[in-house]
C-alpha cells in the first residue's frame, strides 16, 4: 500500500531563509508526486507536481527515488508563503491519491 | 461555475441522526473525490467517481458511509447514524479526466456531531 509521510507537523522560519518541507513516500510502483498548499481561508489547491518540472512561487521539488522523498524547497522564503502543505502520492493501479497528514509552515517577519 | 460548490458550509448534528452532504463540481470535469480532513490526520480519501464507471469506494471507513453521483454531475455523500469520530471538514474536488491531473478542490463541509 502507498504511503506518504511529513515529519513535521509545524516548521517556523524567518523571512528570508531558506525553507525545506519534507515528505517521504513508500510506493512500489513509479510515483507521481505532488505538492498541494492550504492558505488561510482559502481552499486547497495545487502547488506543483513532479512530472512538470515546474518552478511555482518560488518553489521547487526534486523526486529522489533512492532516497523515496519529494521534499519541496524555497530559497528565500517569503510571508506569504505561510499555509498548511500537504505532500500526495497517485497510485497507478489503485487510481487513488494518497496525501500525507501536512505541514504547517509559518514563515516569521 | 466559480469552482467546486458544497454545501452546507457547516452542519452540526446530533449522535445518531443522519446527515447528507452535496457537492456541485465544475462543469465539464468528469472526475470527483471525497476526502476528509480531520486535525493532525491530513486528507483521508472516501471515494472516487470517474465518468461512469463503478466508483472506487475503498476509501469508506464503514458502511454507514455512502456516496452517489447523479448524472455524472452533483453527488452526495451520506452519513447514516454519525457518531461524534465522524467530526470534520468533507473536501469534494473534481478534475477534468482522472486523478493524475489537477485537482480542483471546494471549500468543504464542516461537520460537527454533538
Known amino acids: 500500500a502507498q504511503r506518504v509521510t511529513q515529519p513535521e507537523k509545524l516548521l517556523s522560519v524567518f523571512k528570508g531563509a531558506p525553507v525545506e518541507l519534507k515528505c517521504n513516500y513508500s510506493?512500489?510502483?513509479?510515483?507521481?508526486l505532488f505538492w498541494y498548499v492550504q492558505y488561510s481561508r482559502q481552499r486547497l489547491q495545487l502547488l506543483l507536481r513532479?512530472?512538470s518540472r515546474e518552478s511555482i512561487k518560488g518553489f521547487t521539488a526534486d523526486l529522489n527515488k533512492g532516497e523515496t522523498s519529494f521534499h519541496l524547497k524555497k530559497p528565500f522564503a517569503q510571508e506569504e508563503d505561510s499555509a498548511m502543505y500537504y505532500c500526495?502520492?497517485?497510485?497507478?493501479?489503485?487510481?487513488?491519491?494518497?496525501f500525507g497528514s501536512g505541514t504547517q509552515l509559518t514563515v516569521l517577519p | 461555475g466559480a469552482g467546486v460548490s458544497q454545501s452546507p458550509s457547516n452542519k452540526v448534528t446530533e449522535k445518531g441522526k443522519d446527515v447528507e452532504l452535496r457537492c456541485d463540481p465544475i462543469?465539464?470535469?468528469?472526475?470527483l473525490y471525497w476526502y476528509r480532513q480531520s486535525l493532525g490526520q491530513g486528507l483521508e480519501f472516501l471515494i472516487y467517481?470517474?465518468?461512469?464507471?463503478?466508483?472506487?469506494k475503498s476509501g469508506l471507513p464503514s458502511d454507514r458511509f455512502s456516496a452517489e453521483r447523479t448524472g455524472g454531475s452533483v453527488s452526495t455523500l451520506t452519513i447514516q447514524r454519525t457518531q461524534q469520530e465522524d467530526s470534520a471538514v468533507y473536501l469534494c474536488?473534481?478534475?477534468?479526466?482522472?486523478?493524475?491531473?489537477?485537482?480542483?478542490f471546494g471549500s468543504g463541509t464542516q461537520l460537527s456531531v454533538l
Open positions: 474536488a473534481s478534475s477534468k479526466q482522472g486523478i493524475n491531473e489537477k485537482l480542483f
Open positions: 510506493y512500489s510502483g513509479s510515483p507521481e
Open positions: 513532479h512530472i
Open positions: 500526495a502520492l497517485f497510485s497507478g493501479s489503485a487510481r487513488q491519491l494518497t
Open positions: 462543469s465539464g470535469h468528469t472526475a
Open positions: 467517481f470517474q465518468g461512469n464507471s463503478a466508483p472506487d
